[in-house]
């Protein structure tokens, strides 16, 4: 139980172009998802955290013009990588939590690569 | 906030030796305390976690970890190590103020033959 989905699993795009990653919970309603970043042999940065119908949070330094997160149902967040710069090129993953103790669950990750 | 500092960047072990990675918390009420695995280019999965029950915790793929309030730590162990468990290894706390998750540096483990 307990899986989480992302989609697509990798991707290159050209510089200036959008991108969305999809990010399921496959069997299980997720009262929270988060989207995090990982560079290269570093540890994971936390860009979002976002509930179902409302308004991701975002942390700081983190732009939510560039970065669209929605969050349109209890199993599916989206995040939008809008005029990708190569800058931008990472690998990316989701998680979903229940409620206490606040487990989360991670996706696969989706490898973004802009040329 | 709550916070993890993972000792140690990189471990490197002989096969079937004791892996030991160490975890040090910072909080002044007992954390959720979790211990992940990463092969590259994959997600995150779940080793073992802490939720205030047993403080001797076991996880899948023979390894456990111990909650030590006095020390502050939750150090990961595995008797004998094999090649498979060669990975990144992250530990995490859960930030009670916001219920985020954060994660440690990351320690990569490397098994020798």
């Known amino acids: 139980g307990a899986v989480v989905s992302q989609h697509p699993s990798r991707v290159i795009c050209k510089s200036g172009t959008s991108v969305k990653i999809e990010c399921r919970s496959l069997?299980?309603?997720?009262?929270?998802m988060f989207w995090y970043r990982q560079f290269p042999k570093k540890s994971l940065m936390l860009m979002a955290t976002?509930?179902?119908?409302?308004?991701?949070?975002?942390e700081q330094g983190v732009e939510k013009d560039k970065f669209l997160i929605n969050h349109a149902s209890l199993t599916l967040s989206t995040l939008t990588v809008t005029s990708a710069h190569p800058e931008d090129s990472s690998f990316y993953i989701c998680?979903?939590?229940?409620?206490?103790?606040?487990?989360?669950?991670f996706g696969p990750g989706t490898r973004l690569t802009v040329t | 906030a709550q916070s993890v500092t993972q000792l140690g960047s990189h471990v490197s072990v002989s096969e079937g030796a004791l892996v030991l990675l160490r975890c040090n918390y910072s909080?002044?009420?007992?954390?959720?305390l979790f211990w992940y695995v990463q092969y590259p280019n994959q997600g995150l999965q779940l080793l073992l976690k802490?939720?205030?029950?047993?403080?001797l915790v076991k996880g899948i793929n023979g390894f456990e970890a111990e909650f030590k309030k006095s020390e502050t730590s939750f150090h990961l162990t595995k008797p004998s190590a094999h090649m498979s468990d060669a990975a990144e290894y992250f530990c995490?706390?859960?930030?009670?103020?916001?219920?985020?998750?954060?994660f440690g540096a990351g320690t990569r483990l490397t098994v020798k033959p």
């Open positions: 998680s979903a939590s229940l409620a206490e103790p606040y487990e989360q669950y």
């Open positions: 069997d299980f309603q997720a009262t929270t």
């Open positions: 976002s509930n179902e119908g409302s308004k991701a949070t975002y």
């Open positions: 909080s002044s009420v007992p954390p959720y």
């Open positions: 802490y939720t205030s029950a047993a403080t």
């Open positions: 995490a706390v859960i930030d009670y103020n916001n219920n985020d998750m954060r």
